[in-house]
C-alpha cells in the first residue's frame, strides 16, 4: 500500500452500483457497544493507543466521508484524557488506488487529511487494507482496525485467510457496514468473527450512530474497560448505557 499524505492521481474507473440500504436495528448497535466493552484492555500503562481508521473511497462514499470528516475529532477527544491515541487514515478508490497516511495524533491534521481526498468510481480493496494493518501491526502493535464501507467485490475466501492472519497477531477488526448489501454483511461478519473484533450495521447518513461506534472504538483502543468505566463516571451517555449492559 503507498503511504502518502496528499490527494492521489485519479485512476478511471467504472462506479459501483450502489446496493439497496436496509434499516438497522438499534439492538445491533446495543449489541455492538456491549462487546466492544467486554473486550480485554489494550494498552500498557503509558503507552498510546494506536488505531487504523479506514474507509471505502469509493464514488457511492462522498456522503459518509465527509460525515467522517466531521466525526473522527469524537474519537480524539474520547482518547484524549485516557492517555492519547494516534490514527493513520488508509483508504481505496479508483481501479487499484489504496493509500494511507502518516500516524496523527491531532483531530485537525487528520480532518485536512480527509478534507484532501475525493472520493471516485472503483471496486472495493479490502483485502489490501487488512494486508496493510498486518504489515503495520509487526512494526509497531496496532490495538484495532476501524473499517466503515458498504459492499464488497472481492473472492471471501481470500479475505477470510488475511483477516485469520490478522487474527493471530490480536488486532481486532470493527467492521461497520453502511446500508444492507448481503454479501458486504457475510464478508464483514466474517472479517470481525476471525480477528476477534465485532460487525455492526448503521442507517446510511445516520451520523449519531456512526458516531457512537467510533467512540466507543476510540475508547477500547486507548484504554479498554478502564477507559469506559471513567467515561461513565463523567456520566457521558453513551459510557453509561454500555457499563448498563455489561452488567
Partial sequence: MAQDDDDAVPVPARQRDQPVAAPSSRAEIDAFLAKVGTLAPTTEPGKRGRLIFALDATLSRQPTWDTACHLQADMFREAASIGGLDIQLAYYRGASECRASA???????????????????????????????????????????????????????????????????????????????????????????????????????????????????????????????????????GAIKLIEQMR
Avoid at 468473527?193 to 445516520?206: N, S
Fill in 103 to 237: 500516524w496523527v495524533s491531532q483531530a485537525e491534521r487528520l480532518a485536512r487529511l480527509m478534507s484532501a481526498i475525493d472520493c471516485r468510481g472503483g471496486s472495493t480493496q479490502i483485502g489490501k487494507i487488512i494486508a496493510h494493518v498486518r504489515r503495520e501491526t509487526q512494526k509497531v502493535k496496532v490495538q484495532a482496525l476501524v473499517f466503515v464501507g458498504d459492499a464488497m467485490e472481492e473472492r471471501l475466501a481470500h479475505l477470510c485467510r488475511a483477516a485469520g492472519e490478522l487474527g493471530l497477531l490480536g488486532v481486532p477488526a470493527f467492521m461497520f457496514q453502511e446500508g444492507g448489501d448481503p454479501a458486504a454483511e457475510k464478508a464483514f461478519r466474517e472479517i470481525a468473527r476471525l480477528t476477534r473484533g465485532a460487525y455492526c450495521r448503521f442507517d446510511p447518513g445516520a451520523a449519531h450512530e456512526l458516531r457512537e461506534l467510533l467512540r466507543a472504538v476510540a475508547a477500547y483502543a486507548a484504554g479498554g474497560m478502564r477507559a469506559l468505566a471513567d467515561l461513565s463516571a463523567r456520566r457521558d451517555p
